[in-house]
């Protein structure tokens, strides 16, 4: 595998092209998100399982790692 | 293969670059066979991922799990533990054996015979982007494959999801089965706790005490920014109430072998699955599954740069008096004025103590260069801008960091509903939003609808994770195990993280290539060997020589 050696200092200029690890843009300022509560709940509203009560109960685990 | 070392030392030091990969055990749930036998419900889920590989790639679906190399019962601090005197689920080097009565138990004998004309009950898969997907006692789990920074972290732990979630649908469209729904979780809040961990290549020559010292207090207040929240307190969650951490009521000892009962808060497992001499693999049991991405960015980077600290003998020196409770204590108070007693006297709340560490992180990473936003080493700097940007908005308060903290995230949606419908903290619509959070249905799972708003952060696009769910990273030897899977399904007969074992074609011999250096057989050292042989013949003579013949 003598011929993939050279390719090392490829390998090193291409992670230098690499995009840096950019977080995304910055957060919603908290006033507007506690005002997006709101419309946030009315969402979580339209998916929410329909029987909490025996979703809760029925939602059993084996403990694992 | 040559010589010439390219070990993790290859990457810059002092900062957040390093190898590291996650494990994901997912809740389960089949709403329609209440008390079916959850291993025989997890094997469901790896079997019908394995036939919607199959139809895909028209060939074999994935390679099995080579066992070799796994050494479960070796403990960091320098000792074995007897196979006879183990517990059976420290055993996981073995195939689990699902026996007919388990089967019988779920479904009964006349499904028992129609998976003898279906599907074996497939435990143990190796992906095409070199992760692992089995089961691991009664949870399906992915293991990701290993990267070298928290952004490919993320990226691949989220393609888990991805995976898990193709099986999910394929198991909903299955008239006879029923449907199975996943959750990236770790508690059914009933007493039962399963991990989502993570693992760090760090060089065999640090020794483990100083890990012991240097992660402990980090470990008991990194839950402030990475915790995914949790209604109920204590294992069973008897106590009505809210709290940071899905795991820290679980954590019962500081240091420890076991992983399934009394987890301690280091675990000493010591399953190199490279060359042993030089590193160790440092397996973190004690976080939560993140559906956040800054929350699961934030636990890969900041934990990579502690061990960089550890490494550079830089670690802040602070000791905490009975770490456990402390931990416990800091998990309960999402106030955030709960503080921790060091052993020098001090008294510090978590974010002071994260603080510490962070100062401490920030220096060396200036000092060894890594840190800059242009000329570093394209990471460290988005991790320090984030940890800082997280633990200023939390000392404001929880509200403040509700776009990206994942507990603050589902406190505010928690608190919600408890203004505006009154709710007490027992109610059971409380306890549904909590399970329901982490459910990896986009159009069921509330991370899942938050992210889609807008409402909680994004490190990486949609786009990408699909990408992370088929392709291999890049720059690890993941690349190398996971291409050969895609590229030769119908000859690799079996995967681990240290090997990939062909079969080739007319030949009994099987053909093991040890893979021990983690950061070898990436794209750039293998890549022509995969486009100058498009067949396994050929790949293999160049590969290992004549001697496969």
């Known amino acids: 595998m003598a011929g993939q050696e050279q390719k090392?200092?490829?390998?090193?200029?291409?992670?230098?092209?690499?995009?840096?690890?950019?977080?995304?843009?910055?957060?919603?300022?908290?006033?507007?998100?506690?005002?997006?509560?709101?419309?946030?709940?009315?969402?979580?509203?339209?998916?929410?399982?329909s029987n909490a009560e025996e979703f809760v109960r029925g939602f059993v685990q084996k403990g694992g790692q | 293969m040559s010589s010439t070392d390219h070990g993790p030392e290859g990457l810059p030091a002092g900062g957040a670059l390093r190898v590291m990969g996650s494990?994901?055990?997912y809740g389960i749930h089949a709403p329609s066979a209440p008390g079916a036998n959850a291993t025989y419900l997890s094997s469901q889920v790896i079997a019908s991922y394995a036939k919607l590989t199959r139809e895909r790639l028209h060939a074999s679906p994935g390679a099995g799990w080579d066992y070799t190399d796994e050494t479960p019962l070796r403990d960091a601090r320098g000792w074995s533990v007897r196979r006879t005197q183990a517990h059976p689920d420290l055993l996981t080097d073995m195939e689990p054996v699902l026996t007919a009565e388990g089967v019988a138990l779920a479904h009964g004998p006349a499904e028992l015979e129609l998976d003898g004309d279906q599907e074996p009950a497939l435990m143990n898969l190796v992906l095409g982007?070199?992760?692992?997907?089995?089961?691991?006692?009664?949870?399906?789990?992915?293991?990701?494959?290993?990267?070298?920074?928290?952004?490919?972290?993320?990226?691949?732990?989220?393609?888990?999801?991805?995976?898990?979630?193709?099986?999910?649908?394929?198991?909903?469209?299955?008239?006879?089965?029923?449907?199975?729904?996943?959750?990236?979780?770790?508690?059914?809040?009933?007493?039962?706790?399963?991990?989502?961990?993570?693992?760090?290549?760090?060089?065999?020559?640090?020794?483990?005490?100083?890990?012991?010292?240097?992660l402990t207090p980090f470990f008991v207040s990194r839950q402030l920014m990475c915790g995914a929240g949790r209604v109920g307190i204590g294992q069973d969650g008897r106590t009505p109430g809210y709290q940071i951490s899905q795991r820290a009521d679980f954590f019962e000892?500081?240091?420890?072998?076991?992983?399934?009962?009394?987890?301690?808060?280091?675990?000493?497992?010591?399953?190199?699955?490279?060359?042993?001499?030089?590193?160790?693999?440092?397996?973190?049991?004690?976080?939560?599954?993140?559906?956040?991405?800054?929350?699961?960015?934030?636990?890969?980077g900041t934990t990579a740069m502690v061990l960089s600290l550890i490494e550079a003998?830089?670690?802040?020196?602070?000791?905490?008096?009975?770490?456990?409770?402390a931990m416990h204590r800091l998990s309960h108070d999402t106030g955030l004025r709960e503080t921790v007693r060091l052993l020098d006297g001090r008294r510090?709340?978590?974010?002071?103590?994260?603080?510490?560490?962070?100062?401490?992180?920030?220096?060396?990473?200036?000092?060894?260069g890594v840190a800059a936003e242009h000329g570093g080493d394209g990471h460290t700097a988005a991790v320090l801008r984030l940890w800082e940007r997280a633990l200023t908005d939390l000392e404001s308060g929880p509200d403040a960091a509700a776009g990206y903290v994942e507990w603050a995230a589902k406190q505010r949606v928690l608190e919600g509903y408890r203004a505006r419908d009154g709710l007490a903290w027992d109610d059971a619509r409380l306890g549904l939003v909590d399970?329901?959070?982490?459910?990896?249905?986009?159009?069921?799972?509330?991370?899942?609808?938050?992210?889609?708003?807008?409402s909680l952060e994004r490190l990486v696009e949609d786009v990408d994770i699909a990408r992370a769910s088929i392709d291999p990273p890049a720059d690890t030897r993941a690349w190398f195990r996971g291409k050969s899977i895609q590229r030769f399904p119908a000859n690799v007969a079996s995967a681990s993280w240290d090997s990939v074992v062909f079969s080739p074609p007319g030949s009994y011999r099987l053909q093991r290539v040890p893979t021990r250096e983690p950061l070898r057989g990436t794209r750039a050292l293998t890549e022509a060997l995969f486009e100058e042989h498009p067949s396994i013949e050929g790949f293999l003579t160049a590969l290992l020589g004549e001697r496969h013949t």
């Open chain 2, 313 to 325: 003998g830089a670690c802040p020196a602070v000791e905490i008096h009975e770490p456990v409770a």
């Open chain 2, 348 to 368: 510090l709340t978590g974010l002071e103590l994260q603080w510490v560490y962070f100062e401490a992180a920030a220096k060396l990473a200036a000092d060894a």
């Open chain 2, 253 to 300: 000892a500081e240091v420890g072998l076991e992983t399934t009962m009394r987890r301690p808060i280091i675990n000493t497992r010591d399953e190199p699955h490279s060359v042993a001499d030089k590193y160790r693999r440092l397996h973190v049991i004690v976080g939560d599954a993140n559906c956040s991405h800054v929350a699961n960015y934030l636990k890969f």
């Open chain 1, 8 to 49: 090392s200092s490829q390998s090193r200029d291409e992670a230098e092209d690499v995009e840096p690890g950019t977080p995304a843009p910055a957060a919603p300022q908290a006033s507007e998100a506690t005002e997006g509560v709101d419309d946030l709940l009315d969402e979580i509203d339209g998916v929410l399982e």
């Open chain 2, 23 to 25: 494990e994901t055990e």
């Open chain 2, 435 to 454: 399970i329901q959070w982490s459910d990896v249905r986009p159009e069921r799972g509330l991370a899942h609808r938050l992210l889609s708003k807008g």
């Open chain 2, 129 to 214: 982007n070199g992760a692992r997907l089995y089961v691991d006692h009664a949870h399906p789990e992915y293991s990701s494959p290993e990267v070298t920074n928290p952004l490919d972290a993320v990226a691949w732990d989220a393609a888990g999801d991805v995976v898990v979630l193709a099986a999910v649908r394929v198991l909903a469209g299955d008239q006879e089965r029923g449907p199975i729904n996943l959750y990236k979780n770790n508690t059914d809040g009933k007493g039962a706790s399963y991990g989502s961990h993570e693992n760090y290549l760090v060089p065999r020559a640090v020794p483990f005490a100083d890990l012991v010292k240097g």
